[in-house]
């Protein structure tokens, strides 16, 4: 059963990085916004967290290396509070309200 969830788990991932690929390679087509570039290092981090965890439930819990990889997935729990409170401020500007409000 764990051998299951841990491919399904790396399916999930696999599969966000494929999109993440995708909607980088649409971006790339076009001149980006601060808030569709933040929008894409969400999506980024996202993947890198998840990444992370998988690599952390993945070390015994006596291993010193797990603290290592506590390290890594702390300190991305952090830059993805980061963007996403960047992205916040970014969306709630007159702006970006204006367009929301139109669409």
Avoid at 11 to 31: D, F, G, I, S, Y
Avoid at 65 to 73: F, K, N, P, Q, S
Wanted: hydrophobic residues 40%; positive net charge; without cysteine.
């Amino acid at each position: 059963a764990a051998i299951g969830d841990a491919d399904q788990k790396r399916a999930t991932v696999e599969q966000m990085a494929k999109r993440l690929v995708t909607k980088r390679l649409e971006a790339e087509r076009e001149t980006r916004s601060l808030h569709q570039s933040l929008a894409l290092d969400a999506d980024r981090i996202t993947v890198i967290l998840a990444t992370a965890q998988l690599i952390h439930d993945s070390i015994r819990k006596d291993d010193p290396i797990r603290l290592d990889a506590e390290r890594i997935l702390g300190t991305a729990k952090t830059a993805a509070q980061s963007i996403r409170g960047l992205l916040v401020r970014e969306l709630a500007k007159p702006q970006h309200a204006a367009r929301s409000i139109r669409t």
